[in-house]
């Protein structure tokens, strides 16, 4: 599986967009990008995963560059309970249940 | 729509001991997963079901590690004896499909 890059953490203010990088450059034609977030004690919650298209559902929206190398999380309105974990994961449909988390980025939203 | 369960949500045993912790997937899926985040550590698989079928057991450390899906509804995970390095969180997740994945809130489980 193609291995991720995320910052370690980032600060986002209350009411803007929060947007999370990911660097995938290892990425294979057939592996999806799915975004994951655990908020403190709660368990992983899934967001929003895309292959090559731009994605956008209730909760984010996920842009995938033309040579899907990288990717960035966008949520477009952050509010407090945001703040979490965000991991980046890489798989293809086939093993897609075995995630592997990595270190994920901490976003913390301010007020 | 309940969510994924998971009892106890704290257990505290001592090394020796056995514990069962338990796993209530939402209604209808087929796909059940166990993953836990030890000593701090990165959230890891340990396993999937599907229905009463063990799909992909390859992430349970060892044989102190038992799981069960019994009818194909919920699934139990027993560790015997368990051991200091077992504490963590055990996470439970169930699915209709591969791709989307419900977690449970985790069991925490201290061994003293």
């Known amino acids: 599986d193609a291995k991720t890059t995320q910052p370690t953490s980032m600060d986002c203010a209350e009411g803007r967009a929060a947007n999370l990088p990911c660097n995938h450059s290892?990425?294979?034609?057939?592996?999806?990008v799915y975004w994951y977030r655990q908020i403190h004690s709660q368990g992983p919650q899934y967001i929003i995963h895309?292959?090559?298209n731009n994605e956008t559902n209730e909760m984010a929206s996920l842009i995938i560059t033309e040579d899907r190398k990288s990717s960035t999380l966008i949520l477009p309105h952050a509010t407090l309970r945001d703040t979490a974990v965000y991991y980046c994961?890489?798989?293809?449909?086939?093993?897609?249940?075995?995630?592997?988390f990595g270190t994920g980025t901490r976003l913390q939203v301010t007020l | 729509e309940a969510g994924v369960t998971q009892f106890p949500s704290h257990s505290v045993i001592e090394k020796g001991q056995t514990v069962t912790l338990r796993c209530d997937p939402i209604s209808g899926h087929d796909n059940l997963y166990w993953y836990r985040r030890v000593m701090g550590k990165e959230i890891k698989f340990l396993l999937h079901?599907?229905?009463?079928?063990?799909?992909?057991e390859s992430g349970m450390p060892n044989n102190r590690f038992l799981a069960e899906r019994t009818g194909g509804t919920y699934s139990t995970l027993k560790v015997q004896p368990a051991e200091l390095e077992d504490s963590g969180v055990y996470f439970c997740?169930?699915?209709?499909?591969?791709?989307?994945?419900?977690f449970g809130s985790g069991t925490q489980l201290s061994v003293l």
């Open positions: 994961i890489v798989r293809n449909p086939g093993t897609a249940s075995k995630l592997t």
């Open positions: 290892t990425i294979s034609g057939n592996e999806y």
């Open positions: 895309g292959l090559k």
């Open positions: 997740a169930s699915s209709h499909t591969v791709t989307k994945l419900f």
């Open positions: 079901f599907v229905k009463e079928s063990k799909q992909d």
